[in-house]
T-cell receptor, first 112, second 114 residues
Framework: GNSVTQMEGPVTLSEEAFLTINCTYT??????LFWYVQYPGEGLQLLLK?????DKGSNKGFEATYRKETTSFHLEKGSVQVSDSAVYFC???????????FGKGTKLTVNP | NAGVTQTPKFRVLKTGQSMTLLCAQD?????MYWYRQDPGMGLRLIHY???????AKGEVPDGYNVSRLKKQNFLLGLESAAPSQTSVYFC?????????????FGPGTRLTVL
């Protein structure tokens, strides 16, 4: 079945550091890929998405590129801020399915 | 718009008690979902609904029941709570489209079963 594997945290960075959170997936066919973010005490919200190979999703300075050859969708940001502290979830859905499959989440803490 | 709201925000139950979690959305979305979030497990789908009057099982449905009598509401019931059901529960909703549609999440309900 479909699955998502993302790097385990927690990840702790200093402000303005470069961020990478790795995400790889297993799926048949051509899934759509997503990053969701969960700020403390809140529900999840969509951060960015990519629906086909080589697409780059971007939002709020975060980027991720859909790499079919490596089945990856790594999240990157060039300069993190304290306000980026949150839990980040990689997810996929497939073939118009209404269901999302989530990774286990990576907690990011950014220190001033 | 309030988006997706959940009631209650917190609840403590004793083993064997029952309760119902209410989810409401004001975005006229067709699809609604219930997830549970446990440490180190990500989010797991419990049940979902693709329209009023319809429900389907997700990844971890045992011990839960759901109902979707109105399009805007999706109820999650625990008939006989167990400590293993201690978790944070999230409701979500989305539109029905041919391609992927974004899921909008509520703020969560933290349930503790003693």
């Amino acid at each position: 079945g479909n699955s998502v594997t993302q790097m385990e945290g927690p990840v702790t960075l200093s402000e303005e550091a470069f961020l990478t959170i790795n995400c790889t997936y297993t799926a048949t066919g051509y899934p759509s890929l997503f990053w969701y973010v969960q700020y403390p005490g809140e529900g999840l919200q969509l951060l960015l998405k990519a629906t086909k190979a080589d697409d780059k999703g971007s939002n709020k300075g975060f980027e991720a590129t859909y790499r079919k050859e490596t089945t990856s969708f790594h999240l990157e940001k060039g300069s993190v801020q304290v306000s980026d502290s949150a839990v980040y979830f990689c997810a996929l859905t497939q073939g118009g399915s209404e269901k999302l499959v989530f990774g286990k989440g990576t907690k990011l803490t950014v220190n001033p | 718009n309030a988006g997706v709201t959940q009631t209650p925000k917190f609840r403590v139950l004793k083993t064997g008690q029952s309760m119902t979690l209410l989810c409401a959305q004001d975005m006229n979305h067709e699809y609604m979902y219930w997830y549970r979030q446990d440490p180190g497990m990500g989010l797991r789908l419990i049940h979902y609904s693709v329209g009023e009057g319809t429900t389907a099982k997700g990844e971890v449905p045992d011990g839960y029941n759901v109902s979707r009598l109105k399009k805007q509401n999706f109820l999650l019931g625990l008939e006989s709570a167990a400590p293993s059901q201690t978790s944070v529960y999230f409701c979500a909703s989305s539109r029905r489209e041919r391609s992927y549609n974004e899921q909008f999440f509520g703020p969560g309900t933290r349930l503790t079963v003693l």
